[in-house]
């Protein structure tokens, strides 16, 4: 079983549907990154959260560190949305980044 | 600022031959990450560095691999010899401090024949 398992591994959604992406993992960490990959394959830090909720326009992240989940939600999706988003732990013992296997998005107008 | 550096874009090779990629952090980042993604294996942290210094290679795949941080501003990921399984892309991240959010290179896509 892999440290760090997302689902859905795909996903096709609607313009302006809300979207949930999750992300769980079995090891102890000290923090949770989510990070969007375009298309073109340039790579952005969404969020690192380590406790509770973090916002930034319609994205929106959580985590649950007793559960060792979190998830990733999209409001009013947007065609420019469509992107693989992958989820990475930072290990308590060493910072080392282990990732999930990531989740392409798309958003049909 | 511009934002993380990465150079070669692409870069084709030849089996054997010595590859080098290059890194230029952001201003002030202290802390530098090496990753590699593919089809197979997705994304790899491969090395990181932490005010110029090593603090964890054990990501690196074999001996064939090499990183330097000589200064703050610079960083570099060798591979000699490079093989064709090593075609991959790398990115080359960094950020204020361990622990705090990282920002990515555009990538170096390497595809060794």
């Not at chain 2, 997705?42 to 990183?67: H, Q, T």
């Amino acid at each position: 079983k892999n440290e760090v398992e997302q689902s859905p591994q795909n996903l096709t959604a609607q313009e302006g549907e809300f979207i949930t992406i999750n992300c769980s993992y079995s090891v102890g960490i000290s923090a949770l990154h989510w990070l969007q990959q375009h298309p073109g394959g340039g790579i952005v830090s969404l969020f690192m959260l380590s406790s509770g909720k973090k916002k930034h326009g319609r994205l929106i992240a959580t985590i649950n560190i007793q559960e060792k989940h979190s998830s990733l939600h999209i409001t009013a999706s947007h065609p420019r949305d469509s992107a693989v988003y992958i989820c990475a732990v930072v290990h308590n013992a060493g910072n080392m980044l282990t990732f999930g296997g990531g989740t392409r998005l798309m958003v049909k107008p | 600022d511009a934002g993380v550096i990465q150079s070669p874009r692409h870069e084709v090779t030849e089996m054997g031959q010595e590859v080098t990629l290059r890194c230029k952090p952001i201003s002030g980042h202290n802390s530098l990450f090496w990753y590699r993604q593919t089809m197979m294996r997705g994304l790899e942290l491969l090395i990181y560095f932490n005010n110029n210094v090593p603090i964890d290679d054990s990501g690196m795949p074999e001996d064939r691999f090499s990183a330097k941080m000589p200064n703050a501003s610079f960083s570099t990921l060798k591979i000699q010899p490079s093989e064709p399984r090593d075609s991959a892309v790398y990115f080359c991240a960094s950020s204020l401090a361990q622990g705090s959010q990282a920002f990515f290179g555009q990538g170096t896509r390497l595809t060794v024949v």
